[in-house]
């Protein structure tokens, strides 16, 4: 079974560009969400999406912005780029955002887009 | 969430185990403990995940302290591809999707 894809791989952008990221979730799977990494930090959240609902938005401007279709996959775009927005962007998948009270599932991380803004 | 304190870094021995602390001292009763790690250059991988009870997968092992403070990662046979970064999350369930990354343990697997 195939795991989280994102397109492209690589991207290198000018400052002022905008720009689409691409991702599909593992079959079955209705939650995506988005994270930024930049070069030596963890992970920081983005953006979360289920059944084409945003259901989470983590502390980024709204040059940021996200959309998920019926089929369940996922675009993250990124208004008038910035030198600092240049980093790894990841995209994980689920099968739920949540259940009862002591619910639990885990994330299914791409292999990410790193993107390059000069 | 509640908040996650991990070593910043720690070496082992390839074929040892490797043991990775974290404490979350200030976890609820209804908040998972996961632990993901990520090697360089990739995608955080998903390692394993517990409540209350000791759980052991094809990867790893984790111990959950009784009183739930604390848990530990067990890689019981390291070896040089298990060098990457550790994180121990716990999030609350409803931001399960919604992880909080710190930054976490840089394991280094020695020869």
């Known amino acids: 079974d195939a795991g989280v894809t994102q397109s492209p791989t690589h991207l290198i952008k000018t400052r002022g560009q905008h720009v689409t990221l691409r991702c599909s979730p593992i079959?079955?799977?209705?939650?995506v969400s988005w994270y930024q990494q930049v070069l030596g930090q963890g992970p920081q959240f983005i953006f979360q999406?289920?059944?084409?609902?945003?259901?989470g938005r983590g502390n980024f401007p709204d040059r940021f912005s996200a959309r998920q279709f019926p089929n369940y996959s996922s675009e993250l775009n990124v208004n008038a780029l910035l030198l600092g927005d240049s980093a790894l962007y990841l995209c994980?998948?689920?099968?739920?955002?949540?259940?009862?009270?002591?619910?639990?599932?885990?994330?299914?991380f791409g292999p990410g887009t790193r993107l390059t803004v000069t | 969430d509640a908040k996650t304190t991990q070593p910043p870094s720690m070496d082992c021995a390839e074929g040892r185990a490797a043991n990775l602390p974290c404490n979350h001292s200030?976890?609820?009763?209804?908040?998972?403990v996961y632990w993901y790690r990520q090697i360089h250059s990739q995608g955080p991988q998903y390692i394993i995940h517990?409540?209350?009870n000791n759980e052991t997968n094809e990867m790893a092992s984790l111990i959950i302290t009784e009183d739930r403070k604390s848990s530990t990662l067990i890689l019981p046979h390291a070896t040089l591809r298990d060098t990457a970064v550790y994180y121990c999350?716990?999030?609350?369930?409803?931001?399960?999707?919604?992880?909080?990354f710190g930054q976490g343990t840089t394991l280094q697997v020695k020869p």
């Open positions: 994980a998948s689920s099968f739920q955002v949540r259940g009862g009270a002591a619910s639990s599932y885990e994330q299914y």
């Open positions: 079959s079955g799977h209705k939650s």
């Open positions: 999406y289920y059944e084409k609902e945003e259901r």
């Open positions: 200030t976890i609820s009763g209804n908040e998972y």
């Open positions: 517990g409540l209350k």
């Open positions: 999350i716990a999030p609350t369930p409803s931001n399960t999707g919604k992880l909080i």
